[in-house]
């Protein structure tokens, strides 16, 4: 009766153990063919500004022995990011794996321009498989337009021409057309230039930006003194501003005359005249190295003493002697003597009206030859007369 027993409870273990062995397999049966989809690719974690896009390649993996087919998907985690799965340029959503081979899926994921800083994590599913993916976005985002520059302060002098280099950034999700403008003082003249055209309002695309080129010219009155200018580029939906500054170190003015402001002389041809200059400083900078030159009619040679002058103080005067040699050959009548004084920051003209008058020494030839003949005439008259 015991072994009867025995034998009996033998029989129902093993019932049991198929019975429980079969569900087991059974239940193995999805997780083997989930665990045959794997997916891979080898940037987990990366960093990245705001309004940047980031790709992946991602390789879906089929380890099993017969072919797969799985949805794909992408969990934004809760976040407002947009994104796209690709294969051969096409959007995908399932995908069919052979056994033992691969298909690659691209993930492009767009970083928000107004985003906090700080690190966001996904998810990309296909079937069961997951593959976690993580953004460190590097600095905090905004939804704004910059308008900046590198060298915002220039120095010269009034006669000077300052550029400055500004970058415009469109740190906004649309297109944007930007009017220019600038609000210096009376008098200066300020332009944009996009590229070497000359522009008033300049287009830049979304999360984009733009050189552009400022010139600021000061009027010729301008004093010493630091100007500001403010540059601005706007719209009705956005606008960035920045300043400018041109310091102006001083005018330059130079001025070339004779001490009684008399521009005219008279020399006789083949003879040497000798002119005082006075060239002034009428600026509120110094110059320096100024040097004197002429233009004169053919034949005629003009020298100065000195030829150059080492510097000239604001308001000072420098005493320049010129000396005019007009041409044995030429005649009566008046010529014009052209005289510069020059520097590197300035350049003063002055034409002077010479007239050229008859040697002396043809005077005295005319009366001789006058005397000789009245002399002839008496002798003939005393000789010839009583005839």
């Known amino acids: 009766m015991l072994r009867a027993c025995r034998k009996q409870a033998v029989k129902w273990l093993l019932a049991a153990s198929l019975v429980w062995g079969g569900a087991a397999g059974a239940a193995a049966e999805p997780a083997s063919a989930a665990s045959a989809v794997e997916l891979y690719t080898p940037y987990l974690e990366l ?17 099993g022995t017969g072919t797969q087919s799985v949805d794909l998907g992408f969990d934004a985690g809760g976040n407002d990011w947009s994104y796209e799965l690709t294969t051969g340029g096409r959007a995908v959503s399932r995908l069919a794996v052979k056994a033992g081979e691969s298909q ?16 966001y994590r996904f998810q990309v599913k296909a079937g069961d498989s997951v593959l976690p993916l993580s953004v460190e976005v590097s600095e905090q985002g905004t939804f704004r337009t910059e308008l900046t520059t590198d060298q915002p302060n220039m120095q010269g002098h009034s006669d000077s021409t300052f550029s400055f280099s500004a970058t415009l950034r469109n740190r906004t999700a649309e297109k944007q057309t930007y009017a220019l403008a600038a609000k210096a003082e009376p008098g200066w003249d300020i332009s944009f230039k996009d590229g070497g055209t000359s522009v008033t309002s300049v287009e830049v695309e979304p999360n984009s930006e733009k050189s552009i080129s400022i010139s600021a010219v000061p009027p010729q ?25 041109a310091v102006i170190t001083g005018t330059y003015s130079l001025k070339l005359s004779t001490p009684n402001e008399l521009l005219s002389t008279e020399v006789t041809a083949g003879s040497e005249r000798k002119l005082d200059l006075v060239v002034t400083n009428d600026g509120t900078a110094e110059l320096n190295k100024v040097s004197l030159s002429a233009s004169s009619p053919s034949g005629w040679e003009v020298s100065f003493e000195p030829s150059t002058i080492d510097a000239i103080e604001p308001g000072g005067t420098a005493r320049v002697q010129a000396t005019i040699k007009a041409d044995k050959k030429a005649l009566p009548g008046d010529y014009v003597v052209g005289m510069t004084a020059s520097s590197a920051e300035k350049t003063a003209d002055a034409q002077f009206r010479v007239a050229v008058k008859s040697s002396v020494l043809w005077g005295w030839i005319g009366i001789l030859v006058i005397l000789a003949v009245i002399a002839g005439l008496y002798y003939l008259f005393r000789k010839y007369g009583r005839r």
Not at 104 to 119: F, Q
Not at 227 to 239: L, R, V
């Open 47 to 63: 960093s990245a500004p705001p309004g940047d896009s980031i790709s992946y390649s991602i390789e879906v993996i089929n380890q």
């Open 104 to 119: 690659t899926v691209n993930l492009r994921l767009d970083v928000p321009l107004e985003v906090n800083k700080g690190a």
């Open 221 to 245: 009155t301008a004093s010493a003194g630091s100007y500001k200018i403010p540059i601005s580029a706007s719209n009705n939906a956005t606008s960035g501003e920045t300043t400018l500054e």
